[in-house]
């Protein structure tokens, strides 16, 4: 019942995820008419210009109307959710494991709406990414506990711990670079590189990335109300393009120990390796095309969903020592029979 749950919640967070990205690009004014006039547009709506009138395709305008809806709806959703399995894992006594995560869940839930009663519309960049980094939080919390109620992970021993080890790294280095991102997403610095893989020029962050992770730092603009892009953007873009390639290393090297351990990527390792790969040449195609709405979506849905596949991978590998099936029920006779001897 809470793994159905869970799963539930899961795929309605990735929904508000791709709601939630679909307004925040249509507001900064991608796939725009005027393009890149009109990108990081803040200060005036960009879709009240003359020649998005005229233009054939859906208007921007429209478009976020029944996207803010829908992002309202499904959020409304997933918070009886979240409540009622944190009030079942309470009921039902459940495994610590699950309970901790179910409240986990529920604290980063009460996180969010304190955070939209108190932000409202606000486009300030802690707003930003705090709502982004605290929608794949979610997601990353119901996954886990979607698995651990299927499938608790155990204790593994020596000879077991290196593989987990190594995907905690990766996981930290995603942690990291889906941070990154958020933070590029919110300080409008989609078109702050001109070339690739250098960035103008540059191959690393000047100084001004410290400027750049300040959260608190007011986005300047121009009279139109328009973004201004400087310095701190090409810092925390081109430190973006280095976390992925980073990851890249960190994957390659991630095959070469499943290969020299005797293993063969499959289930979780090969979905990781995959949207690794994936999620590297939309964020190439994001650089070399910031116009397109659809790789922009894409990029931003194939972060957390690498997260997820990171998750799956490390799980797997925590339960790789558990007799099979491993329930909540048989975990306990497993634990009773081994205190036995």
Known sequence: MISRLALA???????????????????????CSEWPACYGRIGSDPTLTEPLKTDHKPSLKAQPHWATRAHRAVAGLIAVLVV????????????RTALMFSLLALANLVFLVALGLWAGGSRSPSVTVGNLLGGISLLGLLWWLYLETRSPATALTKSMIAMPIWIGIGLVLVTAEIVLGAITSAK???LACASVPDCNGLLWPSTALGDALDLFRSLPTDSSGTVIGGA?????????????????????FFIWKLLTTGQRPRGWDAALLLLLLFQSGLGMGTAVAPSTLAIALGHNIGAPLLLVAML??????LAAGAPSPLNADNLKEFDHGTSHH
Do not use: F, T
């Open 9 to 31: 919640a899961w795929v309605l967070v990735l929904v508000l995820l791709v709601l939630g990205a679909y307004l925040r690009h249509s507001h900064a004014g991608s796939g």
């Open 84 to 95: 009622a399995i944190a009030v079942l894992c309470v009921a039902r006594r459940e495994r």
């Open 188 to 190: 409008y610095a989609a």
């Open 232 to 252: 701190e953007q090409i810092a925390i873009q081109l430190s973006h393009r280095i976390g992925a390639a980073v990851l890249l290393v960190w994957g390659a």
């Open 312 to 317: 799956g991978a490390l799980h797997h590998h």
